[in-house]
């Protein structure tokens, strides 16, 4: 290989990275027919991967087999960044099974590799399988392994205790917590109120000099409002020096659950008047700081400055706040307009909420048209008929009462025992 050709492909190369890391990708891939038009010569495996990147973020699958047949040909697959590469195109732009496919052809796979597979399980919601190939690992797993079992974790409904469990694994393999560990393991301990557990991933985040980055301390902030530390929560949000609307919406949020509506408000005026923008999330917080307090106008009129005021739009969680607000206070026919008036189909939390504040109230009729909405929607929860069956015996009405044990009975819908929880060792 000629010295002249050595540097005219290592100065494209250069070229095609920079296109690539700069999201540039279509003049990457427009560059890599050049390079591979103009010269005799093989390209190198950094070409290929590059080149497989701008693939997989530009979605062109089929030019990304064409490339996976010259790296066969090349013989790069056992390259780990090429292997990566192909992953990340397979997975994104074609399907998880052929990522695993590929996976299984991969001749020399090294943690990378490994780590890019489980990736894609976890992006996709098979978080079984990412654990199952965690435990397959023939290669010692770095902390990106970890991370990516830590996040994926978090997002099932009950992976908090064992994405825990995984952080603890990782620092018996002297792994040390990045920004990305961290950032799961704080939305892990929101879940189950993990308060000592939060203690220590901030004192580490101190020590370790990852506490100054926003996104986590706004984490915190959420997390320590769920584990109703409000003295914590004030703490890390004033120690904050670039307060975004993530860090406002979480003081609002805190406030909200631990019962302190006025206060709730006070920091949503803050946030407009320190010229931060709200954002639907942070409206959908206030909203419920509104419906713990039972400030039915207030929330009225926040409800109106987030469609006329910001432009934004209501999802089915701000009306089903709205109805909430109402219904607690007895302005179930307002409640009840404000469902008819949805944009689209209520939810179960929708007439939940009604339903639930008609048991306060002795409202029946309007119960019965929420239940009846809450079976169609969940037919096989038994509280949407335990409530309205505690509503007819409040008001008297013991036969609808028994018509409707009867008619559970019939449709097999069956209570579940009670349980609880107990947190001993976070």
């Known amino acids: 290989m000629s010295s002249s050709y050595n540097t005219k492909l290592i100065s494209l190369t250069k070229k095609m990275s920079s296109y690539a890391n700069q999201a540039n990708h279509q003049e990457a891939l427009n560059l890599l027919r050049q390079m591979h038009s103009s010269f005799a010569l093989p390209l190198d495996a950094h070409v290929f991967s590059l080149a497989l990147k701008s693939c997989a973020a ?12 010259h790296t066969v040909k090349s013989n790069f697959l056992s ?22 496919r590929l996976f299984d052809e991969i001749p020399q796979r090294n943690a990378v590799v490994w780590n890019a597979m489980i990736s894609h399980y976890t992006h996709c919601g098979n978080i079984r399988e990412a654990v199952e190939l965690f435990d397959a690992m023939d290669v010692m797993p770095n902390e990106s392994s970890f991370n990516a079992i830590i996040k994926g974790l978090v997002s099932t409904e009950d992976g908090a205790y064992k994405a825990i469990e995984f952080y603890r694994k ?111 999330i942070a409206f959908l917080n206030v909203l419920k700081a509104c419906s713990h307090g039972g400030l039915a106008d207030e929330a009225l009129g926040y409800f109106k400055r987030m469609r006329d005021g910001y432009g934004l739009r209501a999802s089915k969680d701000h009306y089903s706040c709205l109805v909430d607000v109402l219904s607690r206070v007895g302005r179930f026919e307002e409640a009840y307009k404000v469902i008819q008036a949805m944009p689209e189909k209520p939810t179960a939390k929708t007439w939940g909420a009604l339903l639930g504040a008609c048991r306060n109230y002795g409202e029946v009729e309007l119960a019965e048209i929420a239940a009846k909405e809450l079976w169609k929607i969940e037919p096989e929860n038994p509280a949407n008929y335990v409530l309205l069956g505690k509503i007819y015996m409040s008001v008297g009405r013991q036969e609808e009462a028994e018509r409707l044990r009867m008619e559970m009975r019939d449709r097999g819908v069956k209570v579940s025992p009670g349980s609880s929880w107990c947190l001993f060792k976070d």
């Open 58 to 69: 530009a979605f062109r699958p089929l030019l990304g087999e064409s490339i996976h047949a």
């Open 79 to 100: 390259n780990p960044f090429v292997g990566s590469a192909l992953l990340d195109v397979y997975g994104k732009c074609v399907s998880v099974s052929h990522a695993r």
């Open 170 to 280: 990782m620092i018996e393999f002297r792994f040390k917590p990045t920004l990305i560990t961290l950032l799961a393991l704080v939305s892990a301990c929101s879940v189950i109120g993990a308060f000592r557990l939060i203690k220590e991933i901030h004192s580490y985040a101190f020590r370790n000099l990852i506490e100054p980055h926003p996104q986590l301390k706004s984490g915190l902030v959420e997390a320590y409002g769920k584990c109703g530390s409000i003295d914590y929560v004030k703490l890390v949000f004033e120690s904050m020096v670039d307060r975004d609307v993530v860090a406002w919406s979480s003081l609002v949020s805190a406030y909200a659950l631990h019962g302190d509506a006025e206060s709730a408000l006070t920091a949503f005026r803050d946030m407009e008047s320190a010229k931060v923008r709200p954002d639907d």
